[in-house]
Each structure stands twice: as C-alpha cells, then as structure tokens.
C-alpha cells in the first residue's frame, strides 16, 4: 500500500499541529508549509520537527504553491493557514483579504493546473454565519459576515465549492465552530483567560481585562476536531460540515471555570475594558453537527470543563518552569 503524503498549509499553528500529529499516528508523510524569509515560530511544532518535512512557501505566490505540489505530490492538501484574529483583520482588512481569502483560489488554481487527484480541505468558521438569524446553525444556514476576517473566509468557502462543482476537484470546506487548546494564541479571548488566570494565582498579576462577558460561544476542544478534518477527505464524495458542540456559552462561564479551577473568584480580578468590545459583535452562534455526526461518525471528546482545566493547568506549567528559570519561585498552589 502507498503511504499517503499530506501538505498542511498553516503547520505551526493551533490546528495545524494537531493535524499534524493525527496524520503521522495514521502513517502519513506529513509536509507543511512555513512562509519564505520568515523565522515562524515552530514551538508548536517542535516535538514534531524530525517527523516531518517543512517547506518554504507564501500563500501570496501563487508559483511558489505550484513548485511545491509538484515537488511534494500530496494526495491531501490540508488549507489551515489564515490571519484569523479578528481585531487584526479591522487594522489590516487586505492584508486578510489577500492570506485567508484569495489564498484559497491560489492553492484551489494550483491544484487544477497540478494534480486534480489531489484531496482539498478548507478550513471555513462560524464566524461567516456573523449575524445568525436562526440558531442552531447548520451547513444551509445563510451567510452574515460581520467583519473583515469573516468575509475573507466567505470567499474561501465559496470558492472552494465553485471549484469543486466547476473544475470536479475534491474540495471540502470544514465550517468548524470555536475550537481551543492550550496551544491557542494568546492574543485569542480563551487562551487570554486561561492564561491570566494563570499569572494570577501565581501573583505574577492582580487583574485581568476583558471585553463583553456575555457574547455567547460554542467551544470545543481543537485535537477533537482535526479529526472530523481528516474524516471528510476521506469520504466517496466531497461535501461541507458544520463541526461543533452544540452548546454556547458566555464568556463569564469560561471566566468562571477558569478562576474556579485554581480556588479563586473571579469577581476580585476582571475588570470590564470597552477597549475590547467587538465594534460588530456577531450574534449568537451554536453548531448543528448532525451530518458530521451522522455521515462522519464524529463526536467531541472533550467537554467545557475539562478543556478550560487542561488550559489553565498547562498555563500554570509554563509560567511556573519561566519562574524557576529565572530563579523566582511559585508560591504553593492550593490544592
């Protein structure tokens, strides 16, 4: 049997290295992309490094993703790669029009003219859905982008399916809801939290500061959801899914588990900040995932709690080791 090679477009991120270690236990090649004349940061990644290959590429060059395909030959593209934090998109709405929408049709077109055998995931997000008209939603519910980051991914998800029924590629679009880890960017609100908690209890700080405590989420955990990626190029025919918990909740519930977590009320430390309230806030969003459950077998693993505990817990590791390296010393965590 061939062993299956897969290119993953945004490695060193979130997503990108939990796909990344699925696919190597399922006996992939495994090759990613990290852009040219850029020092990426492989921390993420780098427990994986001598597993897997990585090539320099830009998702702006349209030649570079061409030369790649054709030197690797992967029979899956995974698409994970974006500037996906949405405040940054306001500042730098073509900046993110061009990485996390036109990139789409770049790698899409490449593909074409390479290998049209290849496998094409897209990573879309429930962001698109933006102002929701009707909750739950689900892969017929329409589109309301509500910010610059959102309307980039609309046209990802749009033109992966022009593609797909144009051109008869494999192409796949993944509308995945919130996902979470303790690899998650800090500037995002979970990892914000956990984090802070963090510094908190080991009184590297006194407060926290947040924005609208009531926006409403539905958040999972990222290694639960790499998998439903995979399952859906794997199908007889390429399809889109809606991937998430089905449950919301507020961001004071996730404040709430986190501070809870370590022995501590969060009403002592977080202090409301307009500064980082949404200048459009989308509406509320909560996943329909019955197709991925039904035709994809997928099921999340990893409820709130125990994602907001393994957050806060491997925070609370990585500044405690900072700590001792520079020869301070944790105080005495409660049990």
Not at 159 to 168: S, V
Not at 294 to 304: H, K, Y
Request: hydrophobic share 40%.
């Amino acid at each position: 049997m061939v062993q299956k090679r897969a290119l993953i477009t945004g490695v060193t991120g979130q997503d990108g290295s939990y796909l990344a270690e699925l696919l190597l236990e399922k006996g992939y090649e495994v090759h990613g992309i990290v852009r040219q004349a850029s020092s990426d940061n492989l921390e993420r990644i780098e427990h994986l490094t001598d597993q897997i290959e990585l090539h320099a590429a830009d998702l702006i060059d349209a030649f570079s993703l061409s030369r790649l395909l054709k030197q690797v030959k992967p029979h899956e593209v995974y698409n994970l790669a974006a500037q996906s934090f949405v405040p940054a998109s306001w500042k730098e709405p073509l900046l993110t029009a061009d990485v996390t929408g036109l990139a789409v049709v770049r790698m899409l077109d490449a593909i074409r003219e390479t290998d049209r055998f290849i496998r094409f995931y897209q990573a879309s997000t429930s962001e698109m859905f933006g102002r929701v008209q009707t909750a739950p939603q689900n892969e017929e519910t329409p589109l309301c982008p509500r910010n610059p980051y959102a309307v980039a991914k609309v046209y990802g998800h749009w033109i992966t399916i022009n593609y797909r029924e144009h051109h008869d590629l494999f192409a796949c679009s993944g509308i995945l809801f919130n996902h979470e880890s303790p690899r998650r960017g800090k500037e995002f609100v979970t990892r914000k939290i956990t984090h802070g908690v963090a510094k908190i209890k080991l009184e590297m700080a006194d407060e926290l500061r947040l924005g609208n405590l009531k926006s409403q989420r539905d958040w999972g955990f990222a290694g639960d959801y790499v998998r439903a990626m995979w399952a859906m190029l794997q199908l007889d025919k390429p399809q889109d899914f809606v991937v998430g918990t089905g449950q919301t909740y507020e961001v004071e519930q996730f404040v709430q588990l986190a501070f809870s977590h370590v022995g501590l009320d969060w009403h002592d430390y977080v202090v409301i900040d307009p500064h980082f309230f949404r200048p459009a806030e989308a509406g509320v969003v909560v996943a329909d995932a019955t197709k991925a459950k039904r035709q994809l077998g997928w099921e999340p693993e990893v409820n709130l709690e125990e994602l907001v505990a393994m957050m806060v817990d491997a925070d609370l590791a990585e500044l405690s080791a900072s700590l001792e390296e520079t020869g301070d010393s944790p105080p005495v965590m409660a049990a």
